[in-house]
């Protein structure tokens, strides 16, 4: 790693408050709103991010709802590309492309605009967290249905020992901090 790089691994994680027991009992929940509420750690996450993909001709980040669209905001600003949110079910108002994903219990539904992603899309998938890698899995078969050529998956935080990373290969996987 890069002296740069770890300057921005030791900081931003000293903005990450580990929460045991949310939302339910045996889950240790890595809460980054502590991040997004300095100045200077939003804005090295940003930055590290736009760095990465500044001169990969990236067209649109796609975000998973609800902390990806606040990183994958902000990265498409920086990178004069497009935004694409993904949602649950229900949630978006025009017609959409639909993918079930597997849940601890049972199966959830994440959607998308139908027009939201054209065979041209050179894209970033973009989420604050992999953990078991079901729900950014879903996302990127639902954007390569529509003809979208994934460059990278990016996370702030990935969780190695769930090895969620797996589930998305082959494609890229970027992470900034792994515990
Ligand atoms: P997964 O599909 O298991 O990779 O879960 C990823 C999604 O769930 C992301 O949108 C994360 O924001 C959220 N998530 C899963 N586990 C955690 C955790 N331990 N702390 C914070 N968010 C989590």
Redesign the pocket.
């Given at each position: 790693m890069q002296n740069k790089e770890k300057k921005v691994v030791e900081y931003v994680k000293s903005f990450i408050r580990e929460v045991p027991d949310f939302p339910k009992k045996g889950?240790?929940?890595?809460?980054?709103t502590p991040v997004l509420g300095d100045p200077k750690g939003f804005s090295m996450l940003i930055k590290h991010f736009k760095e990465r993909y500044v001169n990969k001709k990236i067209t649109k980040v796609v975000g998973?709802?609800s902390?990806?669209f606040i990183f994958g905001g902000a990265l498409a600003d920086s990178l004069s590309a497009g935004f694409v949110p993904v949602r649950k079910r229900g949630k978006l108002p025009y017609k959409t492309v639909q993918k079930e994903?597997s849940l601890e219990y049972g199966t959830d539904v994440l959607e998308m605009h139908e027009d939201a992603i054209t065979k041209d899309d050179r894209i970033i998938l973009c989420?604050?967290?992999?953990?078991?890698?079901?729900?950014?899995?879903a996302v990127a078969e639902l954007i390569e249905q529509q003809g979208g050529k994934i460059i990278e998956c990016a996370f702030v935080?990935e969780?190695n020992f769930?090895k969620?990373r797996n589930k998305l290969l082959p494609r890229e996987v970027h992470s900034i901090l792994q515990y």
């Amino acid at each position: 790693m890069q002296n740069k790089e770890k300057k921005v691994v030791e900081y931003v994680k000293s903005f990450i408050r580990e929460v045991p027991d949310f939302p339910k009992k045996g889950i240790l929940f890595y809460d980054i709103t502590p991040v997004l509420g300095d100045p200077k750690g939003f804005s090295m996450l940003i930055k590290h991010f736009k760095e990465r993909y500044v001169n990969k001709k990236i067209t649109k980040v796609v975000g998973i709802e609800s902390r990806g669209f606040i990183f994958g905001g902000a990265l498409a600003d920086s990178l004069s590309a497009g935004f694409v949110p993904v949602r649950k079910r229900g949630k978006l108002p025009y017609k959409t492309v639909q993918k079930e994903y597997s849940l601890e219990y049972g199966t959830d539904v994440l959607e998308m605009h139908e027009d939201a992603i054209t065979k041209d899309d050179r894209i970033i998938l973009c989420d604050d967290l992999i953990a078991t890698g079901g729900t950014a899995q879903a996302v990127a078969e639902l954007i390569e249905q529509q003809g979208g050529k994934i460059i990278e998956c990016a996370f702030v935080i990935e969780l190695n020992f769930l090895k969620g990373r797996n589930k998305l290969l082959p494609r890229e996987v970027h992470s900034i901090l792994q515990y």
